[in-house]
């Protein structure tokens, strides 16, 4: 069932993927170029004048609304759309979305090889920035994260957060797109619209690989016929890096 303008479902529908659009997608746009950096600054200064209690709080709060937020926006509002707009059962959204256990051990596979791939990229690309004289500081986020968050904390969101945003991008996104163009373009948009969603970061060197790291698991999706190859290869990325940069800390 495609969409129409009246009814009242499909309008309601329409306005839920138009606010995930806008949060997840638009707002960090405007973040970039708003002096997001600046902002940031006056936040960690106001937490660490806070008493540790209230750290915690603090920490507990941001964390939960960090994940439900993105479990609202990106699982949630897309899965409702495909009852209220596609009328489609449980089932039928799974198979949308490409979430089956049909050839599960090649999506494994594949989503090990993808990780060691874009971790492979992240290296690389990281090394000629360095190399170049750019800050270690502007190659990623986690020194910034690590002050509303604990280690335990990080460790739930780079775990929890790839799910999330797999089923956003590369299940109903990349769904969509496909449906009215190929795959080849769904892959480009799909890849630059998860680059801009992280311009939140207010720094443009991780935007870049993560616009290239978005091609890579789009093309594995469309690839595999499987959604769990890219959960996979994000969440093995996204918690070997968080790993390896707190040995690398714990050394340094």
């Given at each position: 069932?495609?969409?129409?303008?009246?009814?009242?479902?499909h309008i309601l529908a329409f306005l839920m993927i138009?606010?995930?659009?806008?949060?997840?997608?638009?707002?960090?746009?405007?973040?970039?170029?708003?002096?997001?950096?600046?902002?940031?600054?006056?936040?960690?200064?106001?937490?660490?004048?806070?008493?540790?209690?209230?750290?915690?709080?603090?920490?507990?709060?941001?964390?939960?609304?960090?994940?439900?937020?993105?479990?609202?926006?990106?699982?949630?509002?897309?899965?409702?759309?495909?009852?209220?707009?596609?009328?489609?059962?449980?089932?039928?959204?799974?198979?949308?979305?490409?979430?089956?256990?049909?050839n599960i051990d090649l999506a494994i596979i594949w989503?090990?090889?993808?990780?060691?791939?874009?971790?492979?990229?992240?290296?690389?690309?990281?090394?000629?920035?360095?190399?170049?004289?750019?800050?270690?500081?502007?190659?990623?986020?986690?020194?910034?994260?690590?002050?509303?968050?604990?280690?335990?904390?990080?460790?739930?969101?780079?775990?929890?957060?790839?799910?999330?945003?797999?089923?956003?991008?590369?299940?109903?996104?990349?769904?969509?797109?496909?449906?009215?163009?190929?795959?080849?373009?769904?892959?480009?948009?799909?890849?630059?619209?998860?680059?801009?969603?992280?311009?939140?970061?207010?720094?443009?060197?991780?935007?870049?690989?993560?616009?290239?790291?978005?091609?890579v698991l789009a093309f594995l999706v469309v690839k595999?016929?499987?959604?769990?190859?890219?959960?996979?290869?994000?969440?093995?990325?996204?918690?070997?890096?968080?790993?390896?940069?707190?040995?690398?800390?714990?050394?340094?």
């Amino acid at each position: 069932m495609d969409f129409n303008i009246k009814k009242p479902a499909h309008i309601l529908a329409f306005l839920m993927i138009l606010a995930s659009i806008v949060i997840i997608i638009i707002l960090p746009i405007f973040s970039f170029l708003g002096e997001y950096l600046s902002t940031e600054s006056s936040s960690i200064q106001t937490i660490e004048n806070l008493s540790s209690q209230a750290k915690v709080i603090i920490e507990i709060i941001l964390l939960i609304t960090q994940l439900a937020f993105v479990i609202v926006l990106m699982i949630i509002f897309p899965l409702l759309w495909y009852v209220l707009v596609n009328n489609c059962n449980l089932k039928e959204v799974f198979s949308r979305l490409k979430l089956h256990l049909k050839n599960i051990d090649l999506a494994i596979i594949w989503g090990i090889v993808a990780a060691i791939i874009m971790f492979g990229i992240n290296i690389i690309f990281n090394l000629i920035l360095l190399k170049l004289g750019v800050k270690s500081e502007e190659l990623g986020n986690v020194q910034d994260l690590e002050t509303f968050f604990s280690p335990i904390s990080l460790l739930i969101l780079v775990a929890a957060q790839p799910i999330c945003e797999e089923i956003f991008f590369r299940g109903f996104l990349l769904d969509k797109i496909s449906s009215f163009s190929d795959d080849y373009v769904a892959i480009v948009i799909t890849g630059l619209l998860f680059g801009i969603a992280h311009m939140s970061y207010g720094k443009i060197y991780p935007v870049i690989v993560i616009m290239v790291m978005g091609f890579v698991l789009a093309f594995l999706v469309v690839k595999t016929k499987n959604l769990y190859s890219a959960i996979i290869a994000h969440t093995s990325f996204n918690l070997t890096s968080f790993i390896l940069y707190f040995i690398a800390k714990s050394l340094i």
